[in-house]
């Protein structure tokens, strides 16, 4: 579904990402771990498209198609979707209204019907009863006033809505508490089927718990160093980031 | 400017008014005459304010000096019902009062049966037999000792509308005052003044739209004076959507009475330049107002806010929130001032004025200013200045929406956040109608809306 080949990005003067390559097929539920700084949330940030950070080389094929060359809108509406770690606040523009206008320009784009408002509503509570989010959103201004954990709610309830084919959460964990934790960690394993990828980043391997990997990589410095199955994020949480910067340093040498 | 063009724009309208004196003596208005005289005296001293005025700093009046406007009542035009048919609001019943250059015009209103309702008629006719009341408030409120816009419409008041609203009568139809101003050969300058009156106990919803005809360039000089009786309930929504060439300076004056509660809606899209005084005095105990505006301005479009907010009792409470979107060359100035006097402790009062930019020329000034002479007051006020929120077109971007429908939702949203305080449901929807046409891609909205 997704194959990153020798990703190069840079913000300003400054090179985040140093050639990364991450091959992710349909099914699958990918972790990327790595210390801070190390550019896991730059990598989400680039495949949703953000443009602040500058591609210098490198491609990214999405279902067969060049991913770099897609608006973020583009891509959304293709089926890829970034739970972001600092959801944005927009006063004045209604959940529901934002949530419309988002399902319909996918469903546009999928050449399917848009719904009215009556088909919108009837949809929107039926999702919002399974994640077990309040009707009140919907009258609320998009993330306005939510506490942390409700911002990361909603971010999945828009994935739970959207139905996206490629999930990515940047660091979603951070600054969960247990609970909050485990509502986001059901949402995401609800989605989990064997047509749609998701690509958990994350700083702590707590998330991991309940979201089992099928893969976990180790991003340092802008390059994925090493990967395993979910046993490395156990040994990574045990041991912390410092034997995987020993051994790249030791290969470096040898 | 120099001497001599001071002196002819003064003599202008020193030349108007002698004109105006001799037609409007013996149709039953001499009783006015002393006052218009007063004011007219006062406007040839103090003439048009100029950029060395503090209270005018932002806002350069030599092009409306320039220009040699006449006055309306010597144009005459009829308009039918169809030609006005664009400006009204769906959806609403009740008195509706139309003025046409402005005259008020019979034909085209509808000011409702009287009995135990609200005197909803035209300022001309009332001048002529309905002087109770004028007497009482006409010319009290609106001081013109020291502003030359009021001092000049005081001078050549003639018509405009007048709403009594008896005591304990709750109007449930918002009353509307339409003026409108039509493309003459010649700019016309006109100057309605509008008397609103709540008797003790009372409720009313009144607004007041300026709209041009066939565009053109023309002078709206308006003066509304309100007097809210103890414990009445007023929305005033004020809508200005006259052509790109238009002047408009308008003066809202409100007066309130104890527990009395006012909310004064603005809403300006049109204009060339456009001086928008709002000016309420909490002279009774425990009164509260909000005053909430947006201003949307682009091209070369001049809107100057400026608020007036006195505390003269003790336990009032205001609440100021101006949105201003400015786009293209365009310009705009929000200035807040607050007065608390001596007396009035326990004064609550809060500004906010919030500006969007959206080119790299258009302007702002925003201009905070508290006077407090009481000690026990919660004063507070903010304003902020800012560009698109990126991160927020990224988010609404990365759900899907497209980059223009993004921006669209963006600038709606934040439009309506003023919108949402308008809490009369059809004039809230026109308004969002309104504001969605201006923006350079409303169309969008209208799907997703």
Redesign the interface.
């Known amino acids: 579904m997704l194959e990153i080949t020798n990703l190069h990005v840079r913000a300003g003067n400054h090179e985040i990402l140093k050639g990364v390559n991450l091959k992710v097929n349909a099914g699958d539920v990918h972790s990327i771990m790595g210390p801070n700084g190390s550019g896991k949330s730059t990598l989400a940030q680039v495949l949703?498209?953000?443009?602040t950070y500058e591609v210098t080389e490198g491609e990214i094929l999405y279902v067969g198609k060049n991913l770099l060359e897609m608006?973020?809108?583009e891509?959304?509406?293709e089926g890829v979707?970034?739970a972001?770690q600092y959801?944005?606040e927009?006063?004045?523009?209604g959940s529901a209204?934002?949530l419309?206008?988002?399902l319909?320009?996918?469903r546009k784009?999928r050449g399917l019907e848009?719904l009215d408002a009556m088909e919108f509503l009837t949809l929107v509570k039926e999702k919002l009863k399974v994640l077990g989010v309040e009707e009140k959103l919907l009258h609320r201004?998009?993330n306005e006033g939510f506490s942390g954990g409700e911002k990361k709610r909603n971010e999945i309830f828009?994935m739970t809505l959207?139905e996206p084919r490629l999930c990515i959460m940047d660091e979603t964990d951070s600054g969960l508490d247990i609970d909050a934790l485990k509502v986001v960690a059901d949402g995401v394993n609800r989605l989990r089927s064997p047509d749609r990828a998701i690509i958990v980043v994350t700083h702590y391997q707590r998330l991991l718990n309940y979201i089992i990997p099928d893969y976990v990589h180790v991003l340092l410095d802008g390059r994925i160093v090493k990967s395993g199955g979910k046993e490395l994020a156990l040994e990574l949480e045990e041991r912390g980031y410092a034997w995987v910067e020993e051994e790249v340093r030791a290969a470096g040498k040898a | 400017m120099s001497g001599i063009a001071v002196t002819q724009e003064r003599d202008h309208y020193t030349e108007h008014f002698a004109r105006f004196e001799k037609a409007t003596a013996g149709n039953g208005q001499g009783w006015l005459q002393p006052v218009r005289r007063a004011a007219m005296a006062r406007f040839t001293e103090l003439g048009f304010p100029t950029t060395r005025d503090e209270e005018w700093r932002f806002t350069n009046l030599a092009p409306l000096v320039a220009i040699p406007f006449q006055l309306a009542r010597d144009t005459r035009i009829e308009l039918s019902p169809r030609d006005i048919e664009a400006f009204q609001l769906p959806g609403l019943g009740g008195a509706q009062l139309v003025f046409v250059n402005g005259r008020y015009a019979p034909a085209l209103s509808s000011p409702g049966s009287s009995g135990d309702g609200p005197t909803v008629r035209s300022l001309a006719q009332a001048i002529g037999d309905d002087r109770d009341v004028l007497r009482q408030h006409l010319t009290r409120y609106a001081a013109y000792h020291d502003n030359a816009f009021s001092a000049l419409n005081t001078a050549f008041m003639e018509d405009g509308a007048l709403v009594h609203v008896p005591r304990g009568k709750v109007v449930e139809e918002p009353i509307r005052l339409l003026f409108v101003s039509t493309a003459t050969a010649e700019p016309i300058a006109t100057h309605p003044r509008n008397l609103i009156v709540l008797d003790e106990d009372s409720q009313a919803v009144i607004v007041e739209d300026y709209v041009s005809l066939g565009g053109g360039l023309h002078f709206s000089n308006v003066v509304t004076e309100v007097a809210v009786g103890d414990g009445s309930v007023l929305s005033h929504y004020m809508i200005e959507r006259e052509s790109h060439e238009a002047f408009n300076v308008s003066t809202l004056r409100l007066e309130q009475g104890r527990s009395s509660n006012v909310a004064s809606h603005t809403v300006l899209l049109g204009g060339a330049l456009v001086r928008n005084n709002v000016h309420p005095v909490l002279a009774g105990e425990g009164s509260e107002c909000l005053i909430n505006g947006l201003f949307m301005a682009t091209g070369r479009q001049h809107m100057d806010n400026f608020m007036r907010v006195e505390h003269a009792s003790p336990r009032c409470d205001s609440r100021q929130f101006y949105h201003g979107i400015l786009d293209g060359q365009s310009h705009g100035v929000f200035s807040g001032r607050i007065i608390v006097h001596k007396d009035a402790q326990k004064t609550d009062a809060k500004q906010t004025n919030k500006n969007l930019l959206l080119s790299l020329e258009a302007q702002i000034d925003s201009k905070p200013q508290l006077e407090i002479y009481a000690d026990d007051v919660k004063c507070t006020h903010g304003a902020t200045i800012g560009q698109m929120d990126q991160d927020a077109i990224f988010y609404l971007r990365s759900r899907g929406i497209a980059a223009d429908a993004a921006r669209a939702l963006l600038l709606f949203g934040f439009a309506g956040e003023s919108l949402a305080r308008m809490t009369v449901e059809p004039i809230r929807r026109h308004l969002e109608t309104l504001v969605a046409q201006w923006l350079p891609e409303g169309k969008l909205l209208e799907a997703i809306r």
């Open positions: 949703a498209g953000r443009e608006a973020p809108e891509r959304a509406c979707f970034m972001f959801p944005v927009i006063p004045g523009v209204q934002f419309k206008a988002a319909n320009a996918m784009a848009e201004s998009v828009q959207l």
